[in-house]
T-cell receptor, first 111, second 117 residues
């Protein structure tokens, strides 16, 4: 069974701090990795995709991928209260593009 | 910006009734998906659809479920005889290519909240 694991949180950070969200996955042949943000009662919204080992930056967000350790992370710099949401890690492992989601980490950014 | 749309936003039905959830994927996308999320739980894959055929389905997607692309724009999920445990948010998603190993992204619609009484 292919699994994606995340710490459920809540992760509480002060406004302006760096939030660090982590994810591990079980299938070694996983090829594509995504971070989605989900506000309560809303649909997942794509933040970042990453396909190669290393870092990928987009504005205040940096995704990091380490395939050897089967580990993906998301850093949010200068966290804002509007970043408070659940962050979902999702992985595609071969075949057709079935996304396997983690349970999500709830982030709370307090003023 | 193009987006996936879904109707209705909320559907209430009695156990045993049939429901049809509707989605309009992004117009140039070729792969379509349904996911569900039971309250407080993970987003779970149900089915993927390409070229008028199911590409892959999960064990959740049993004989009570079916999908259809009745015309050039809509993509529907039918549940024939709803159960209490079908109560969930149902998300439609679409992607441009849908092939593993190719950089492709799934975009989600706003969801339909299904409540089975």
């Amino acid at each position: 069974q292919k699994e994606v694991e995340q710490n459920s949180g809540p992760l509480s950070v002060p406004e302006g701090a760096i939030a660090s969200l982590n994810c591990t996955y079980s299938d070694r042949v996983s090829q594509s990795f995504f971070w989605y943000r989900q506000y309560s009662g809303k649909s997942p919204e794509l933040i970042m995709s990453i396909y190669s080992n290393g870092d990928k930056e987009d504005g205040r967000f940096t995704a990091q991928l380490n395939k050897a350790s089967q580990y993906v992370s998301l850093l949010i710099r200068d966290s804002q209260p509007s970043d408070s949401a659940t962050y979902l890690c999702a992985v595609i492992s071969g075949g057709y593009n079935k996304l396997i989601f983690g349970a999500g980490t709830r982030l709370a950014v307090h003023p | 910006e193009p987006e996936v749309t879904q109707t209705p936003s909320h559907q209430v039905t009695q156990m045993g009734q049939e429901v049809i959830l509707r989605c309009v994927p992004i117009s140039n996308h070729l792969y379509f998906y349904w996911y569900r999320q039971i309250l407080g739980q993970k987003v779970e894959f149900l089915v993927s659809f390409y070229n008028n055929e199911i590409s892959e389905k999960s064990e959740i997607f049993d004989d009570q479920f079916s999908v259809e692309r009745p015309d050039g724009s809509n993509f529907t999920l039918k549940i024939r005889s709803t159960k209490l445990e079908d109560s969930a948010m149902y998300f439609c998603a679409s992607s441009e290519q849908g092939l593993a190993g190719i950089k492709d992204t799934q975009y989600f619609g706003p969801g339909t909240r299904l409540t089975v009484l």
